[in-house]
């Protein structure tokens, strides 16, 4: 069994003929025969609409859900003989509504997981400055508000901070500016794809915009009803023939007035 | 009803009025203490034991329905907890305090925004960690708001544990129904109103330092 996540061993992830249903009467399927092999350093972008299983798919990867059918390889090692808990301590996770802890500080939020990991406090607080430097807050301003007395896009960037402190080498990211506002949004995802491309981690980002995961993705994995219908290179993906990827790129076009 | 004649009853018996104040305060400290160290540890466990849930909650429930007095009377005859006198009123005022205790830590710890327990788990947060880390600390306010509640509850139940001999406030009471004294059963009431009050405004003030929002 795996102890650790270490950044040194390749950063894969692999899914071998994974199912996942849920598990009750019904049995229904929410993932159904996925294989998909994500690199080393891969920027992967899972797109598809809700309920197509994409956040499924993110939770198999760090062991919040167990394959049915198929296993997932995370380092080579089945999510299933790893200790979750150390499985998801070198995994960091990034969801919608950022998912801050109300009762502790911005710092506090920020250096849980190296405080769970045993960092002393002075190392602890020096990563959470340099992690908040990242994201573009100022530590002193910052560190000692509680979640409640920042805006949405500030709550956001303190949730990417908080995953990126341990300095795991995956990231998995679910929809982490859908509830923001477009400009913000745009400005946070402007400056998230710089940010990725020099952290060099393996990243899944899940979203239901087209125009988000070209602008990130290194590549993008098209989802429906629970299974991978395309997989591309953004530049490549807008030229695919397929009926749900043509569905997704009419969403980019807008003739102003159309229906006026 | 003569204020007068009432107000000098106060002074004349003052002594026996303070004395049965603490009788009674002592009562319900006793009793909010070990409703706390049933409840909520016990709130804590049901929250992932859904059959256990139901029973703990259904029996409470039932503790809180039957009336107060005649749950005093059916203690009395049960060993070891019954028969005359303190011990078996501090187990009624238990019965009777562990609903809302019990009910309110199982909300508390259950009424928690999921995206913030979906982080908890997802950051490789042990059971135990997410337990007394997030849950815990984010359900405090609205656990005290039941140790509140229960406080209010076993002061003014406190009143009829006179009846099987426990002494308190209630004391002052039954002697005046049963001599039809106004000012005696004055005395017993006007000390645990303020009680009541002092204890709402108290743990009031607790809960709000406490609360997250």
């Not at chain 1, 992690?131 to 949730?159: K, T, Y």
């Not at chain 1, 602008?215 to 023939?241: H, K, M, N, Y």
């Not at chain 2, 859904?50 to 059916?74: D, E, H, K, N, Y």
């Amino acid at each position: 069994m795996n102890t650790k996540i270490s950044a040194a061993a390749t950063n894969r992830i692999e899914f071998r003929g994974v199912s996942f249903h849920i598990n009750d009467i019904l049995k229904r399927l929410i993932v159904s025969g996925v294989s998909l092999e994500i690199p080393h350093g891969e920027t992967l972008v899972l797109l598809g609409r809700s309920g197509s299983g994409k956040t499924t798919l993110l939770k198999l990867m760090n062991g919040m859900l167990l394959p049915t059918k198929g296993e997932v390889l995370v380092q080579d090692c089945s999510t299933s003989s790893w200790d979750p808990i150390r499985l998801r301590r070198g995994i960091g996770y990034v969801i919608q509504d950022a998912g801050l802890f109300p009762h502790f500080t911005v710092a506090e939020n920020v250096g849980l997981v190296p405080s769970l990991e045993g960092w002393d406090a002075s190392r602890t607080a020096a990563r959470v400055e340099e992690m908040l430097h990242l994201v573009g807050l100022d530590a002193r301003e910052f560190a000692h508000r509680h979640p409640r007395e920042l805006s949405g896009g500030q709550r956001q960037r303190v949730g990417v901070a908080r995953a990126l402190a341990a300095d795991p080498p995956i990231l998995l990211m679910d929809e982490p500016f859908g509830a923001l506002d477009p400009v913000t949004r745009a400005e946070l995802q402007r400056e998230f794809s710089a940010l990725v491309r020099r952290l060099g981690k393996t990243i899944v980002f899940v979203t239901h915009d087209l125009r988000e995961a070209l602008l990130l993705a290194s590549r993008i994995v098209l989802l429906e009803a629970g299974r991978i219908v395309a997989s591309a290179a953004p530049q490549e993906f807008l030229r695919l023939d397929h009926p749900e990827v043509r569905a997704f790129t009419s969403s980019l076009t807008v003739t102003p007035g159309a229906f006026a | 009803m003569n204020p007068q004649t009432t107000w000098s009853f106060f002074i004349d018996h003052r002594d026996e009025i303070v004395g049965a104040t603490l009788d009674h305060l002592t009562l319900v400290i006793i009793a909010m203490l070990i409703a706390i160290f049933i409840g909520v540890p016990l709130g804590m466990f049901i929250v992932q034991r859904p059959a256990l849930r139901a029973i703990a909650l259904g029996a409470a429930s039932i503790f809180q329905t039957i009336p107060s007095l005649a749950l005093f009377g059916f203690l009395i005859p049960i060993p070891f907890i019954g028969g005359i006198g303190k011990r078996t009123a501090i187990v009624a005022l238990v019965l009777y305090a562990l609903l809302p205790i019990l009910r309110n830590t199982y909300v508390g710890l259950t009424g928690i925004d999921p995206a913030v327990l979906e982080a908890a788990e997802a950051m490789g947060m042990t059971r135990a960690q997410i337990l007394f880390r997030v849950r815990f600390p984010l359900a405090l306010a609205v656990i005290l708001a039941g140790i509140r509640t229960a406080t209010i509850i076993t002061i003014g139940v406190a009143t009829i544990a006179a009846a099987i001999g426990a002494g308190g406030l209630g004391t002052f009471i039954f002697r005046g129904v049963a001599l039809v004294s106004d000012s005696l059963i004055l005395a017993g009431a006007i000390p645990a109103a303020l009680l009541a009050l002092l204890a709402d405004f108290l743990l009031g003030l607790l809960e709000r330092k406490l609360k997250v929002s």
